[in-house]
């Protein structure tokens, strides 16, 4: 289905409004008016773009000030910004292939932060043995944050059974929870205490920030690499206008982010649970297995999320809550969801 309009809490579909739960905008701001108001107050002084190399002799003070923002809001000694999150996490392979000997990943990293030979974390449910014998070598680990199809943070706790001898650096996509879990959406990054030799953060900006961009987060050394490459310095950086946003708008993230955890908070309290639906009351994702689910929604003037996240995989029913949406527009799709599940008892 085509839309004119951005899809916020309500779409037009053949001159028929719907309530919408679907899309990535967690926070909501892309219709915000105080956030578009720092937008166009930014790109009134900043321009629609800058396509000049982040390296040319002109730098511009935009790039700094979101990007301490960013560290700052990640807890992360440095960060830099590209102009998206795809970016962000080949660049970052890009560097890491000059100093790993071997790649494992989590089931069903993003695309972003896969390597070519990467082999899995897990093999048969057990740690892959390669990751725990006796040969010493430098490992990345590449996980999204929060996996596909799952509501909440990964488990890095196997990370504490590879010896010593392997020297690991851990590469994180945070796309789907910058900006929602940690303290203010601050994200996962900063929690990860593990006895590793370096973590990196990449993530996409335009989700919950709201932004077009992406983010790489990481100790100092390890984001002036990444200010070194031939990729980052030939390729036009993040739109500046956004990058100073981001450094404008700390206000409005946190409360934001507040207004979806409220959100998220009263779901908890009358969504009846089951084994069909799988939610958790701090993720803005909840995953519905109800035969004809999308029909029932759209039968009730509900449309969610529905679409094949990989090739081969199979229909992902995603209902996405975000901090716009208004109780009496949550009360409608859990009225739905709860009524089907005490009619199927």
């Known amino acids: 289905m085509k839309v004119n309009q951005f899809p916020d809490r309500i779409i037009e579909i053949d001159q028929e409004s719907y309530l919408y739960f679907g899309g990535t905008a967690y926070l909501g701001l892309s219709v915000h008016k105080s956030f578009q108001d720092l937008v166009i107050k930014n790109i009134l002084k900043w321009g629609t773009t800058y396509g000049s190399s982040r390296n040319a002799?002109?730098?511009?003070?935009?790039?700094?000030?979101?990007?301490?923002?960013?560290?700052?809001?990640?807890?992360?000694?440095?960060?830099?910004?590209?102009?998206?999150?795809?970016?962000?996490?080949?660049?970052?392979?890009?560097?890491?292939?000059k100093e790993t000997d071997c790649y494992?990943?989590?089931?069903?990293?993003?695309?972003?932060?896969?390597?070519?030979?990467?082999?899995?974390?897990?093999?048969?449910?057990?740690?892959?043995?390669?990751?725990?014998?006796?040969?010493?070598?430098?490992?990345?680990?590449?996980?999204?944050?929060?996996?596909?199809y799952q509501t909440k943070a990964i488990d890095l706790s196997i990370l504490k059974e590879i010896p010593n001898h392997k020297a690991i650096t851990l590469v994180v996509d945070e796309s789907h929870s910058l900006g929602i879990l940690?303290?203010?959406?601050?994200?996962?990054?900063?929690?990860?205490?593990?006895?590793?030799?370096?973590?990196?953060?990449?993530?996409?900006?335009?989700?919950?920030?709201?932004?077009?961009?992406?983010?790489?987060?990481?100790d100092l050394a390890f984001?002036?690499?990444?200010?070194?490459?031939?990729?980052?310095?030939?390729?036009?950086?993040?739109?500046?206008?956004?990058?100073?946003?981001?450094?404008e708008a700390a206000a409005i993230y946190q409360s934001q982010h507040e207004k979806l955890l409220d959100n998220l908070s009263y779901i908890d309290s009358k969504l009846l649970k089951n084994e069909t639906i799988k939610f958790n009351k701090t993720y803005p994702l909840l995953y519905i297995e109800i035969d004809r689910i999308t029909e029932i929604l759209k039968e009730n003037k509900i449309i969610i999320a529905n679409f094949k996240?990989?090739?081969?995989?199979?229909?992902?029913?995603?209902?996405?809550?975000?901090?716009n949406h208004l109780r009496s527009d949550l009360d409608r799709i859990i009225n739905v969801l709860n009524d089907y599940n005490s009619y199927s008892k």
């Not at 690499?225 to 950086?237: M, R, V, Y």
């Not at 990989?310 to 901090?323: G, M, P, S, W």
Request: proline letters at 5%; zero cysteines; charged letters at 20%.
């Open 57 to 97: 002799n002109v730098k511009l003070t935009a790039y700094d000030n979101g990007e301490l923002f960013l560290a700052k809001h990640i807890k992360a000694k440095a960060a830099v910004t590209v102009s998206s999150g795809m970016l962000a996490g080949k660049i970052v392979i890009d560097e890491l292939n």
């Open 104 to 148: 494992f990943h989590f089931p069903d990293a993003h695309p972003a932060i896969k390597a070519h030979n990467s082999l899995p974390v897990f093999i048969d449910a057990k740690i892959n043995p390669r990751l725990v014998d006796a040969t010493p070598e430098r490992i990345t680990i590449l996980t999204d944050a929060v996996p596909s």
């Open 182 to 218: 940690g303290k203010n959406g601050s994200g996962i990054y900063s929690e990860i205490q593990l006895p590793i030799k370096r973590k990196i953060l990449v993530s996409s900006l335009g989700k919950a920030f709201g932004l077009t961009g992406g983010v790489i987060a990481s």
């Open 223 to 247: 984001i002036n690499q990444i200010k070194k490459l031939d990729t980052f310095i030939s390729a036009a950086g993040m739109n500046p206008a956004f990058v100073q946003t981001l450094a």
């Open 309 to 323: 996240y990989q090739e081969n995989a199979k229909d992902i029913n995603r209902i996405v809550i975000t901090a």
